[in-house]
Structure formats: structure tokens, C-alpha cells
């Protein structure tokens, strides 16, 4: 199983960024991908979270409105669109593999394998 994060990088206040979590070694439909962040200093927290089964999505309350999350099942991809960033958004991205229940979806421990992390910068 292996998880690789990309497509982070630097981008002003307001700007869109893509990442990606190219999955292999399973497959997508089998089970859910979370986005984490952690910022210097902080713990880490749950971003957003797509289902394995049926595909539903959840966000935490910072970034709705702001990110989608969304797969590609014939590239065993899933894709983390942000717009409107804040410097706040500024932190190390995750992507995650779990089977998590819809309430403990931002809960780092429900997930087994862990992408590298992206950096993503927001400047003011």
C-alpha cells in the first residue's frame, strides 16, 4: 500500500491549489481517503474526508465552501481542490487511507497508511 501526496506549493492569499493522492496497492472503492494538515505547531487536524463505498464527503468547518474533495476511480486518485486560500491554510497536507465512521472521520488514529505530506504556502 502507498500513498503519494502532490501538488502543493506556494500561492498568494485568494489563490487555488490541486493536490493529489495517487493510491496504490488497493483500490479506491474499497476504502475512504482523508486530507489532514498540520501547521508548525499544531496538531494535526482532519481537512476532508471522501467514502470508499458510496463516495460521500465531509469537511471540516474551516474550509467549506472553500475545498472539494473528489476521486478519479480509473486513476485511483483522489484530488483536493482549494480555492479561495487564507494564510492560515498554510501547513504540511496528508492524505490518508481508513475505514473510518462518518463521526470520527477527522480522528488521524482511524486511518492505517499515510501519504508523504505536501507543503502549502499562503502568503499574505
Do not use: H
Not at 37 to 53: D, L, N
Request: with cysteine.
Amino acid at each position: 500500500v502507498q500513498l503519494q501526496a502532490s501538488g502543493g506549493g506556494l500561492v498568494q492569499d485568494g489563490g487555488s491549489l490541486r493536490l493529489s493522492c495517487a493510491a496504490s496497492g488497493f483500490r479506491l472503492g474499497d476504502y475512504g481517503i482523508g486530507w489532514f494538515r498540520q501547521a508548525p505547531g499544531k496538531e494535526r487536524e482532519g481537512v476532508s474526508y471522501i467514502r470508499g463505498s458510496l463516495g460521500q464527503t465531509y469537511y471540516a468547518d474551516s474550509v467549506k465552501g472553500r475545498f472539494t474533495i473528489s476521486r478519479d476511480s480509473a486513476k485511483n486518485t483522489v484530488y483536493l481542490q482549494m480555492n479561495s486560500l487564507k494564510p492560515e491554510d498554510t501547513a504540511v497536507y496528508y492524505c490518508a487511507r481508513g475505514r473510518p465512521v462518518a463521526s470520527a472521520w477527522s480522528l488521524s488514529r482511524m486511518y492505517d497508511y499515510w501519504g508523504q505530506g505536501t507543503q502549502v504556502t499562503v502568503s499574505s
